[in-house]
């Protein structure tokens, strides 16, 4: 008997205990439940922390910039001569470096990009679609350095014996090898816009006699049309902050022309020069890499904010 | 009496179709034009490197003789700034994919995390350098090490995780959380034993492909200042580093004054694209091993 009541009251002691224990490890989870959340959001603001640290440093030193250098000089000004004893900065001829090259970027990819999507939207077999798209996106896997290496040391030798006029630095070729580089963005994209055209619309047109071809030009590219147009902007963004290539294949002059043979500068080379270059904290030219890099950070802002506009606007809903 | 005439007809037709399969080759050979390119980039590049790889090569120290120049240093450089990118970026990038998939009211503070998020997305990488250079090297006075460039890379491909980890979590189906809950797990309980398993191979995936855009990077890490010429090896994440890419680009500049460099380059762009094709490959594995389908 005696045995048996010792062993309830033990008992009895271990459940009060447990219940404790329990209470315990309850409190304890109740705290993490409480505590997880306010700890994730902290470390979701660290990308809104990004962002208000990109703007602030940019801001700060670009309004530095701009008490050295007037605003109207620097946007309007066709001369940029940082190292020079009477400094000029004018940021115009970065800003035709950079038109140029990602014009001609986007006047190679732009049409093979988009044939590229038709045909592997309306024409390939699926079996051939899964060969081709995997291989075009190792064309945007590879790292911007390697093709700036193959314009310096490929394109352009080859483009010389073409153009015999070509300088060794020049913005034709880092030009042509970044629209090689965003084909793949715009014709997955695009072609994410010509599949989501629905079929209805395609068999519609083929039941009423229309050739393959007919039905791609007059149905489907126009209903898909919004997305096109949002790949070509956001290739063309992509284009505009792009380096390797250019700081490499393009040179370094400061020219404000529109001969593409002529090396010319773009706004990211520019960056890569004057930091690299070791430009003492305080200088005008070390602010003006703010300067730039604050024009370059709003226009790819924009040209992204637009093409989300776009495909959002204009999207034709079936 | 007809209103349609054969004749005109056949012979319309006859061009059309004649269009029709003409463009059907142009198209294909667009397709192959992008395809074609690469072939030759990768030809290009093997035929000029691929004499230039041997054992020296990859153990041995920078130089500025081509023939004694070897790129050892740069590969542990990529390996430390690596061990600053991946925790870096997995716990920031999971923990902020996790708050807004799972934990954030739907309203105006998630929709704006998110356009920051693809806006951020969007930011030329050479920015990052900038605000690498500002924030870490110059206002915390880190100077160009490991740490600096890592987490400047980190910041980089954040908005790649965290999309990716998103994707990966929101594919999870509702009935494996709902089956958690009603056997009484709190949501931690259910975030960590049963939404994340479930989620780690697609995360992966995408973090691995995230990664391999940082191993590829150069534009910030030019903006930050690493040295043209390293010779001791960095030994952790506070020495000065230099990583592969921009070995090739120093030494693609500098191919007009020796043409070795080009040969030096582009061995060392071989070992660069084997990397990148290594965790590729493995990103590849992981997801076609791992996913399930539910």
Redesign the interface.
């Known amino acids: 008997m005696t045995t048996k009541s010792e062993s309830t009251k033990s008992n009895a002691i271990n459940v009060r205990a447990a219940i404790e224990q329990k209470k315990q490890k309850k409190n304890l989870?109740y705290l993490?439940?409480k505590l997880?959340?306010t700890?994730?959001?902290l470390?979701?603001?660290?990308?809104?922390l990004?962002?208000i640290?990109?703007i602030y440093?940019?801001l700060s030193?670009t309004i530095e910039f701009f008490k050295q250098v007037p605003i109207m000089d620097f946007f309007t000004g066709t001369v940029l001569k940082p190292l020079s004893q009477n400094p000029e900065f004018g940021i115009l001829p970065l800003i035709n470096g950079t038109i140029l090259s990602s014009f001609i970027a986007i006047l190679v990819a732009g049409?093979?990009g988009i044939?590229?999507a038709?045909?592997?939207s309306?024409?390939?077999s699926d079996k051939a679609r899964r060969v081709?798209k995997p291989?075009?996106e190792?064309?945007a896997?590879?790292?911007?350095?390697?093709?700036?290496?193959?314009a310096?040391?490929?394109v352009t030798p080859v483009l010389r014996y073409i153009i015999p006029d070509l300088e060794?630095t020049n913005i034709l070729s880092p030009g042509l090898v970044m629209g090689?580089m965003i084909?793949?963005m715009i014709?997955s994209l695009s072609e994410d816009a010509l599949v989501s055209v629905p079929n209805s619309m395609r068999e519609g047109a083929l039941a009423m006699g229309a050739?393959?071809?007919?039905t791609t030009f007059r149905i489907v590219i126009p209903a898909a049309f919004s997305g096109i147009i949002a790949s070509f902007v956001?290739a063309i963004?992509r284009a505009?902050?792009?380096?390797?290539i250019v700081?490499?294949a393009s040179g370094s002059s400061k020219n404000f022309t529109f001969d593409v043979t002529q090396s010319m500068q773009t706004m990211?080379a520019y960056?890569?020069e004057v930091?690299?270059g070791?430009a003492a904290?305080g200088s005008t030219i070390y602010y003006s890499?703010?300067a730039v890099?604050m024009t370059?950070?709003v226009f790819?802002?924009l040209?992204?904010?637009f093409a989300?506009f776009i495909s959002r606007k204009f999207r034709e809903e079936y | 009496m007809k209103y349609v005439d054969q004749m005109q007809i056949q012979k319309r037709m006859h061009t059309r179709l004649f269009a029709n399969t003409l463009f059907k080759y142009i198209f294909l050979l667009s397709t192959l034009f992008g395809l074609i390119v690469l072939a030759i980039l990768i030809f290009r590049v093997l035929s000029q490197g691929v004499s230039w790889l041997d054992f020296n090569f990859l153990t041995g120290r920078l130089s500025t003789d081509p023939g004694r120049a070897g790129i050892m240093g740069a590969l542990l450089g990529t390996v430390w700034l690596m061990a600053v990118v991946i925790p870096v970026t997995l716990i920031i990038g999971i923990g902020t994919a996790i708050y807004l998939e799972l934990y954030a009211k739907k309203g105006r503070i998630n929709s704006f995390i998110q356009m920051n998020i693809s806006n951020l997305a969007g930011v030329p990488s050479i920015v990052y350098g900038l605000l690498g250079l500002t924030v870490f090297v110059r206002a915390m006075d880190m100077g160009n090490i490991v740490l600096a460039g890592g987490l400047t890379l980190a910041l980089l491909i954040l908005p790649i995780v965290i999309v990716a980890a998103q994707e990966a979590i929101r594919a999870v189906p509702q009935h494996l959380s709902e089956a958690s809950y009603g056997l009484g797990a709190t949501k931690w309980q259910t975030v960590k034993n049963i939404i994340m398993p479930a989620a780690l191979p697609g995360i992966l995936t995408g973090s691995i492909l995230a990664l391999s855009r940082a191993i590829g990077e150069t534009a910030p890490l030019t903006v930050l200042g690493i040295p043209a010429l390293l010779i001791p090896f960095p030994e952790g994440i506070f020495d000065k580093f230099t990583v592969l890419p921009m070995q090739i680009y120093y030494w693609t500049l500098d191919s007009p004054l020796e043409a070795e460099y080009a040969n030096l380059a582009a061995a060392t762009i071989i070992v660069l694209l084997l990397l990148l094709f290594i965790l590729n490959a493995v990103a590849v594995l992981i997801r076609n091993k791992f996913q399930k389908r539910y």
């Open positions: 989870s993490i439940e997880i959340p700890g994730l959001f470390i979701a603001t660290i990308s809104i990004t962002t640290g990109i440093t940019l030193e049409p093979i044939m590229t038709v045909y592997l309306e024409y390939a081709l291989l075009l190792i064309l896997g590879i790292p911007t350095i390697v093709y700036g290496f193959f310096f040391t490929f060794v090689v084909i793949p014709a050739t393959k071809l007919e956001l963004s505009i902050g792009e380096t390797m700081t490499i990211t960056i890569v930091a690299g070791e904290a890499l703010y890099a370059l950070f790819t802002l040209m992204n904010i989300r």
